[in-house]
């Protein structure tokens, strides 16, 4: 193809997906024949067949997997029900060990109903099924006509899955999954915690300590951390005391114990539900003896003071975004990875805490319950 000098003509960027119509004018030829030559059906002349092929490549035409299932199943002569899905994927050491998790279950319910308004099911995919590579299951996945992956949290440095990622669109519910790079909608943790800190020096404490496990800390991208240590540093009248990092992805009621006695915190922050009944362990008293912050409640007990994450709202959120991605064909590693901060909390006075020291309004950043 020559330009207007008769030099060859510069191609730019394509900013529209191109469709067999778009190969079917740069070639010369019908449509139906260009679906053909590209089906590789035995009526189309090979020399044909390579010319589209080659146009399809020039003009970086890519088939749309959701037209492409929709025309298998007519051809199957498959009832019209057709739906494209959505896998929710999970790694827990049973298939439904996920319904444990408030906070996983509740992204799966979001991400559910969200799907279910744009035409879309959403099943959950166990990634250690017995016998099964990734490799294999991403075939599995392909030929049952999942488009997009949604990835639950998984265990931290989860090894990196051979999945065909060319296949699907691919989205991250937090920072677990080093490899490969996805984009990633997570609740808001820094935005949180500031919320718990304002509530903590708004009733009067001096000593607070964050209690936190190590994995925590990786699979919230030490945003927590980080907030809990610049806010110590910014308030001269709090003291200086060592957060408690716990190495095991488990609770542990001795280390809580020393550390306790060592660094003597009046207020604790921490999502470990365990918590209340080891410092009564202790002889201590809540909150008149040592004060107990959740920034995330696994449950809805409203005796606890803290925020309750509406893990649904992400999961909705992460549902649109996919399906936005899978109707774009967004396909593969993010060549760009986003993150999307979800900031849907509801604070709960609960009786962990005592009262605030002052009549001074609420933080109007989120709504109290």
């Known amino acids: 193809m020559t330009g207007a000098r008769g030099g060859p003509l510069r191609t730019e960027p394509l900013l529209f997906m191109v469709n067999q119509q778009d190969i079917a004018r740069s070639v010369g030829l019908s449509q139906t024949t260009v679906s053909l030559a590209l089906r590789g059906h035995p009526m189309i002349p090979s020399q044909t067949a390579r010319q589209v092929r080659a146009a399809a490549k020039r003009l970086g035409y890519r088939p749309d997997p959701l037209i492409s299932a929709l025309m298998a199943q007519r051809q199957k002569g498959t009832p019209k ?13 049973n298939r439904d060990g996920w319904r444990n998790s408030a906070y996983v279950a509740g992204c799966f319910q979001g991400a559910k109903r969200a799907a279910t308004v744009r ?19 991403s075939g599995i996945l392909w ?5 997009g992956l949604l990835f639950a949290p998984l265990p931290v440095d989860y090894p990196a899955m051979e999945i065909d990622w060319t296949k699907f669109a691919a989205l991250s519910l937090d920072y677990s999954l080093a490899k490969p790079l996805l984009s990633r909608v997570v609740d808001d ?7 718990v800190l304002d509530e903590i020096s708004r009733r009067g404490y001096r000593r607070p300590g964050l209690v936190l496990r190590a994995s925590q800390d990786v699979r ?15 308030r001269p009248d709090w003291a200086d005391v060592p957060p408690l990092i716990l190495p095991e992805d488990r609770w542990d009621a001795g280390v809580f114990a020393e550390w306790v006695k060592r660094e003597r915190p009046d207020v604790v922050l921490t999502e470990e539900f365990e918590l209340p009944a080891a410092v009564r362990a202790l002889g201590l008293r809540v909150p008149r003896d ?3 912050a959740f920034f995330h409640k696994e449950h809805t007990a409203r005796t606890l003071s803290g925020l309750q994450i509406n893990s649904e709202q992400v999961g909705a959120n992460a549902a649109n975004i996919l399906i936005r991605m899978i109707e774009t064909n967004e396909r593969g590693e993010a060549a760009v990875p986003t993150t999307t901060l979800v900031q849907s909390f509801t604070w709960h006075d609960g009786r962990t805490l005592r009262r605030p020291v002052t009549a001074s309004a609420r933080s109007p950043r989120l709504a109290s319950g």
Do not use: D
Not at 81 to 89: C, E, N, P, Q, V
Not at 143 to 147: P, Y
Not at 189 to 195: T, V
């Open 81 to 93: 029900s057709f739906r494209a899905k959505i896998a929710f994927l999970t790694a827990y050491s």
């Open 119 to 137: 035409g879309y099911l959403c099943e959950p995919v166990w990634l250690l099924e017995p016998g099964i590579s990734a490799q294999r299951m």
């Open 143 to 147: 030929t049952q006509n999942f488009q």
């Open 189 to 195: 943790h820094a935005f949180g915690i500031e919320r």
């Open 220 to 234: 919230t991208h030490h945003s927590r951390l980080g907030v809990f240590l610049v806010h110590r540093r910014l």
């Open 290 to 292: 040592l004060g107990i």
